[in-house]
């Protein structure tokens, strides 16, 4: 494959834009660095580079591509909010029509509010959580991405106090001393963390499935307890289904799993590829945000039509019968043909799948929770990414991201897929 024009690009993108990427998880940084793919063309469950190499694609633009790129439906409703006007700064009745659609797929939301952004919506959860309580301090789980608002970038600080330690430069030491960290999976730490800080807790944030260390499944009964245990501490539990709402089911992880929380944040697929957020939740909660109450939170372009027009056209596209089947069966293919290329080629992994979402770490080890992840092989991970890549497969350049599955993938770009998989390992 030559990626000369991907090359010139970036060095010119090197001059213009920091680092050369609009996100950092986009460099490729993580895998020994290099010049990043840039992708011109994306069509189903194909994407296109400056180079004319063609992928398939599995980073699903890290979650939101779940139909797969340019689909015609969607792409419909884009072109329809374009020549109608894409921004009124007024109510419209797509947004009406499509927080009752979010409603009707999670019942745990009576009100939601749409944003911009995953980071937007887990920001004013935790706003609104501290408004309705009257407490400060939030908990969250080691490990786990809620976007990159100050609150949340905030990692497991050491020694017994579980306070957390500013995980990025900007984040004030004052921030971070109101949340509490504690290891995903481990009830017992958990416990012991409210024991010491229920009553000043405003919150516990959690994703429901963990989708940011790779896909983690709760333990069989953990949720439940951690969910009992934070309301016998007077908090709210949230759930940042910014990646899990509508990946593995029409509705959230928490129709899946059964256990409800009090607020939710959504993102990524509810877009259809658009800027989007959205929160929402318990009414009596919910009405602490303005004009009802005095939790303030606004947006310019929250709600637009266009975004709400191409999220609406998406939703339309996940409710056709089959769909989540299909991604499960296909999950399915890719995960026994990967385990068997390893077994194949005696390389150590471990794979996590639900449905059509599974992360493949390079480790015997079953993956539970962050530091098992964090500690996977990633000079080996950086190895296989780089020959992947090669053989036309696109994957994030990470080495506990998911996989993900569009319904444009076929049974055939599973089997070309397993080939790649295949030959990269035998040069591993
Ligand atoms: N929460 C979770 C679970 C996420 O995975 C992400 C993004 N990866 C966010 C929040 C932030 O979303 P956004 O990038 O849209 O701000």
């Known amino acids: 494959m030559n990626f000369a024009q991907s090359e010139t690009i970036q060095k010119e993108a090197m001059e213009h834009i920091v680092g050369g990427v609009n996100s950092p998880s986009r460099s490729y940084k993580a895998v020994g660095g290099g010049a990043p793919v ?218 899946l799993l059964g256990v409800t929380p009090d607020l939710t944040a959504l993102g990524k697929i509810i877009g259809g590829g658009l800027p989007i957020g959205a929160y929402g939740g318990k009414k009596e909660i919910m009405e602490k945000v303005a004009p009802l109450g005095p939790a303030y939170q606004a947006g310019t372009m929250a709600g637009n039509p266009a975004s709400m027009l191409s999220g609406i056209a998406c939703l339309e596209v996940l409710q056709q019968e089959g769909v989540y089947e299909q991604l499960d069966q296909l999950g399915a293919l890719l995960e026994a043909g990967i385990l068997d290329a390893a077994a194949k080629y005696n390389i150590p992994i471990s794979i996590n799948r639900l449905k059509g979402a599974l992360t493949v770490y390079f480790t015997k080890e079953k993956v539970i929770n962050y530091n098992q992840a964090e500690s996977t092989d990633g000079e080996l991970f950086a190895r296989f990414f780089k020959q992947i890549l090669h053989h036309g497969i696109n994957l994030a350049p990470s080495k506990y991201e998911a996989w993900f599955l569009t319904t444009a993938h076929t049974k055939e770009d599973i089997e070309e897929t397993i080939k790649a998989v295949e030959l990269s390992f035998e040069h591993l």
């Open 38 to 255: 840039v992708m011109e063309k994306g069509n189903g469950a194909y994407l296109y580079d400056v180079d004319g190499n063609r992928y398939i694609d599995f980073l699903g633009a890290y979650g939101p591509i779940i139909t797969g790129h340019a689909h015609p439906h969607i792409t419909d409703a884009i072109k329809k909010a374009a020549e109608t006007g894409v921004l009124y700064g007024t109510p419209t009745p797509h947004e009406v029509k499509f927080a009752k659609m979010i409603k009707e797929a999670i019942p745990s939301l009576d009100k939601v509010r749409f944003v911009n952004s995953g980071t937007e919506a887990v920001m004013t959860t935790i706003r609104v959580a501290r408004a309705y309580t009257g407490r400060d301090k939030i908990l969250k789980f080691a490990g786990c991405y809620h976007g990159h608002s100050d609150l949340v970038l905030v990692a497991a600080g050491s020694g017994p106090s579980q306070l957390g330690m500013p995980d990025s430069a900007g984040v004030p030491q004052s921030i971070a001393k109101e949340v509490i960290t504690v290891p995903y999976n481990d009830i017992e730490a958990f416990r012991e963390a409210i024991e010491k800080w229920g009553p000043e807790l405003a919150a516990v944030l959690t994703e429901p499935i963990v989708g940011n260390f790779g896909i983690v499944e709760p333990l069989p009964g953990y949720l439940e307890e951690v969910k009992k245990l934070t309301h016998q501490a007077g908090a709210l539990l949230i759930f940042d289904e910014v990646i899990t709402a509508f990946r593995f089911m029409y509705g959230g992880a928490q129709n």
